[in-house]
C-alpha cells in the first residue's frame, strides 16, 4: 500500500522558520520534476516516521498540493535519529525510475556450520523498475553458501520487472573463517614447512 503524505505549503524558509516547522511536528520538504515549478513544503514528522516504518519509497501527497512523488533523498541528524529533511520528486508510477532498496539476506548458510563467519559486504543495492512497482527490498538466499564462497548481485532475488543496475559482480556477500581459526592454520602450515639451507652451504673453514 503506498503511503499518504499530509502536504502543506510552506510560505517561508530559512534556518529559523524551518526551526520552528520542526518543533511544531513538521518536517521541511521540496518537491520537483517534470520541468514543473520546486514547491516548498511540510509533512507531518508521525507519517514521516510510518513512512520508515513501511520502506516505503513511492508516496501519494495530499492536502494543499495532490501528487505522487518518489522519495529520492532524506536529510539525517548528526546522530542518525531524526528526519531533517525530504527530497520529493514527482513521478508517473508507469515511469522507469532508478532506486536503491535494501538487501534482505535469508537462508542458513552451509559455510556456517562449517564454523566460518557469514558477511554481509553490502546490504542495498541499485535497481530500475516502474515507480508503482519499487519492491520492498531484494532477496538473497545464502543457504547454499559455503566457506570461502562469495555470492554477487548476479544472485539477488529481481522480481519480475526489475531490472539490476549495480554490477552483477559486485560482492554482496560471502562466509570466511574466523581470525582465531585462519591464524591458527598459517601456525600450523608454517611448522611444517622444511628448513631452508641457503645455496651452497656453510664455506669450509680455511687451514
Do not use: F
Not at 524558509?13 to 513538521?26: I, M, Y
Not at 515511469?95 to 534482505?104: G, R
Not at 581459526?181 to 656453510?202: H, L, Q, T, Y
Amino acid at each position: 500500500m503506498t503511503d499518504v503524505l499530509q502536504v502543506e505549503k510552506r510560505e517561508r524558509t530559512g534556518s529559523a522558520a524551518t526551526r520552528r516547522l520542526r518543533q511544531s511536528g513538521r518536517i521541511p520538504a521540496v518537491l520537483y520534476g517534470h520541468g514543473e515549478a520546486t514547491e516548498s513544503l511540510s509533512v507531518p514528522s508521525d507519517e514521516v516516521k510510518a513512512l520508515l516504518r513501511h520502506h516505503g519509497k513511492t508516496v501519494e501527497l495530499a492536502g494543499a498540493i495532490k501528487e505522487t512523488a518518489m522519495v529520492c533523498a532524506m536529510q539525517w541528524d548528526p546522530l542518525g535519529i531524526e528526519v531533517l529533511h525530504l527530497d520529493l520528486m514527482r513521478v508517473n508510477l508507469s515511469e522507469k525510475v532508478d532506486v536503491t532498496v535494501s538487501i534482505h539476506v535469508h537462508g542458513d548458510p552451509v559455510g556456517v556450520r562449517e564454523g566460518g563467519i557469514l558477511l554481509e559486504n553490502h546490504h542495498e543495492v541499485d535497481i530500475r523498475c516502474s515507480a508503482g512497482d519499487i519492491p520492498e527490498n531484494i532477496g538473497l538466499n545464502v543457504s547454499e553458501l559455503h566457506l570461502g564462497q562469495s555470492l554477487t548481485a548476479g544472485d539477488l532475488e529481481l522480481p519480475a520487472g526489475v531490472e539490476l543496475v549495480t554490477p552483477a559482480d559486485t560482492v554482496v556477500a560471502h562466509v570466511e573463517e574466523p581470525r582465531a581459526m585462519k591464524a591458527e592454520s598459517d601456525s600450523d602450515e608454517a611448522a611444517s614447512e622444511p628448513d631452508v639451507i641457503a645455496k651452497g652451504g656453510p664455506k669450509d673453514e680455511e687451514d
